[in-house]
């Protein structure tokens, strides 16, 4: 399952704490379609709910939903993010440390 790092947990919930939000406002990824050979695509957006299908990862009081296909990619992924001075955000993703023995 995707995780999100502290700092993308304050992104996220700075992201979509707005006071148009609901409670169970999150950020949602969905992947598109990559062409053959072609690297995939994720597409990031506010929702103001999970879609019917998407799994639900909560850290820190951030919500992030996944559509099927985002959350198969996203599976042993790493969420991380940064704001640079200007305010910008950047979302990085790094694969999951194995846990060792």
Do not use: C, H, W
Request: hydrophobic letters at 40%; glycine letters at 8%.
């Amino acid at each position: 399952m995707l995780v999100l790092t502290e700092a993308a947990a304050e992104v996220v919930k700075s992201v979509t704490d707005t006071p148009q939000a609901s409670g169970g406002t999150g950020l949602r990824i969905t992947q598109s379609a990559p062409e053959p050979g072609g690297p995939n695509s994720l597409e990031l957006a506010a929702a103001p709910q999970p879609g019917a299908n998407d799994q639900v990862v909560e850290t820190a009081g951030a919500r992030v939903f996944l559509d099927p296909p985002a959350a198969a990619y996203l599976d042993d992924k790493v969420l991380d993010a940064e704001v640079d001075p200007q305010g910008k955000v950047r979302f990085t993703l790094g694969t999951q440390s194995l846990p060792r023995e």
